[in-house]
């Protein structure tokens, strides 16, 4: 037992002690004269040694007694703080649990039963994993054998990530527990992984934007200053405007490329610094001394301790600027032939306007010479004068976070609005600062810009109503086109003895037509419905050896016609989620089309061919075949590629929706159709690749 936990215990013994000694000192000095001081401390008389003992004894029994209640206390204390933790753990909205050593959980807060049930006294391996006996390589059995804590990610049976965060804890008993605090994390997971999905699209966008872009990562020192960068990326824009290759600089520090980076005006560590770990975006311009240009660099952060800078070539501004800047005469004689309206500004008086900015606000030199500063703002539109004011002013105290280009509206002394761009720069002017200010009038371009978008929505107000009046038309047309093609089907088989053989020829000639118009009708409402985003799709299992055979089978009269040979190679089933009609339709159209474009007594191959993640339908023929010009019109609307009058002997009739039909009904059932053919007369392959579930596709024709 440890000297703390029986204190008052000693505490009376020693003030028993200490009566003893002041007892016997007090009976030498005042009341026993006649014994030693040796007998009155260790050889009193009777009575006296009784009453001593009885004294000392109840010091020590008091002791005792006080060692009980402070024992009590303490543990009453310690049930109430226990209590008191545990009632916070309990509320805390993150998984909390204390584990033994035998993996046995002893304690688990609501958030914790409610995601995973009750669990006390549950092993954590069939609680957490479902396992039957302890994880291999368990990180939490470290805890106990180092007492460090221990960092981990666990995702849950519902696909729930949490980070979770061990530490030792010491229990009353002096038990060994592990801790463990475990935050959700899923919805941060989910976001890495979608950043990492769209990180292609991002690719090919920023591959052909004309500006430069770079992507890097800030390099700080232990101060978290920024000491350097990395490039992670570039595109073929930042190369041709920097004369950086790829190959040379990509997954470098910036210092090892550009050795006197540091001494470039502005420095660039400071802004790209501070753009990269505070969020903040910025716009600057600096002069490339390698290549003798200007660029102007706008830079913005996608995460902490990274950013991307987008570089413009602002060489021929830059040059401009300065070289008017250079002499004021020659300012001036530029200015005035200038179609930019110029005006100078010094602490808020106007020193300079030249005529092109009269000829725009209408108002002559020298009234605007006499405004003041709160006057010259009155120009602006009053929508626009306090944003307009506010820049200005930031200007003129040389801010650098300020772009120096603006679109506002000017109200004319005619109370006339228009549309000016407006350029503001700090310059030196006639030995003193001032403001140069140059104003383009773009109302024109404006006002044509707007006409544009009237006459884009004007133009998609057509197209609805074309695609309308086609929808109206076609169904008009098919119900009288359906009973002329059954009618003459009628007369052909029931009544076709009753006709001489020329009015049969009259009868077969209006149902061959007939049957066009209604295919013609009929794909024209499916270009329209797919065009719509109206034809869904109802998928059932289906043998689509069984959809394959079938569509030769209705094509035979044709085949037959035609003298064509078909050989067949297909398994005895492939079974796959399908629209029966619609990929049935598919294979007819390929079918149609390669029986069509085959000369005579030509030979056309159909192949099935199952793949671990997809599925080939090839239709090969050996006809007419493709030029790479007509391939790119082939899947269109319309795309028919003209055959009449070429002495190819191939059947021309339709108009071009088969295949931007087949191709999009192929799309919509998560495949693709892919074409090939070596040029004229060399014959064409149409596949048909149908993925399996849970593949990923490329939606675009491979040629």
Sequence with gaps: MRLYNVRFIIAGIIIGIFYWFIEGLMHYFFFDFEGTLMENLFYPIPHELYMRILIFGLLVLFGIYSNKISRKRARDVINTERNRLYTLLDNIPALVYLQAKDFSIRFANQYFREKLGNSINKKCYEVLFNFNKPCNNCQISRIFVNKTPIEVEWESKRGEVYQIYNYPFEADNKELLALSLGFDITKHKRSEKALKKSEFRYHILFDNMLEGF??????????DNPIDFIYLNINDAYEKLTGLKREDILGKRVTEIIPDIKNYKPNLFEIYGKVALTGETAKFEIFFDPLKIWLSISVYSFKKGYFIAILDNITDRKIFEEKLIESEEKFRTIAEQSVMGILIVQEGIIKYANESLSKINEYSIQEMMNWSSSELINIIHPDEREFADERIKK????SKEIPPNNIYRMVTKSKKPKWVNVYTKKIQYQNNEGLLTTVLDITEKKEAENLIKDELQKLKELDQIKDDLIRRISHEIKTPLISIYTTTNLLLNVYKEEFSNKILDFIILINEGGERLKELVGNMLDVYDLESNKVKLNLKTHNLVDILEMSIGILQSQIAKRQHKVEINLPHEVYMEVDYDRIKQVFMNLLTNALKYTPPQGKIS??????????????????????????????????????????????????????????????????????KSEGRNKGSTFTIRLFKQNQIINNQTIY
């Design 214 to 223: 770079a992507r890097c990562k800030i390099i700080t020192d232990n101060h």
């Design 395 to 398: 200007l003129s105290l040389g």
């Design 606 to 675: 159909v192949q099935l061919q199952e793949n671990n993640s997809h599925i080939d339908i090839t239709i090969k023929d050996i006809g007419v075949g493709f030029t790479e010009q007509e391939k790119e019109k082939l899947f269109k609307k319309f795309g028919k590629i003209e055959r009449f009058g070429k002495g190819m002997n191939v059947d021309s009739e339709g108009a071009g929706f088969g295949l931007f039909i087949a191709k999009q009904l192929t799309r919509l059932h998560n495949g693709e159709l892919i074409l």
